[in-house]
């Protein structure tokens, strides 16, 4: 993988890959913010790993899925470097006759060997727990 980070404005960044999809990262103070900083998306990059996994794996044994959140709570250090401590996952999966242990494992699948994000995070040192509900539509 190869890409580009240039500055576009004061703490605003584009990056671009070599086959030209971009991105911004946005360092500005909180009330300016428009986009997210290098810590979010590690963050939201890591829910969006495990999201695909636990969908493609559900699609896999014929469910489904209406819809896919997780609702996301992390804590990062206080002191440097502030790395992400505590994450936590609420996956909620929508859709009709969804098995409960089949989305248990399909998390667990997703956690435990598929979602390089999120076991990037855990291999850091962050704690990361989960849990999950599955609603009819």
Known sequence: MKGILK??????YMV????????FIDVRHE???TGLSPMELMLFAAAGCSAIDVQVILEKK????????????GKRREEHPKIWEE???TY????????PDDVKKAIELSLGKYCSA???????????????RVEEP
């Open 92 to 99: 909620i999966v929508r859709g009709k006759g969804i098995k």
């Open 118 to 132: 999120s076991i990037t995070l855990v291999r850091a040192g962050a704690n990361l727990s989960w849990d999950f």
């Open 62 to 73: 014929r469910y489904k899925v209406d819809e896919l959140i997780i609702e996301i709570e």
């Open 7 to 12: 500055s576009i404005d004061k703490r605003i």
């Open 31 to 33: 009330e300016e913010k």
């Open 16 to 23: 671009k890959t070599e086959d030209g999809r971009f991105n």
């Open 87 to 89: 994450i936590k996952y």
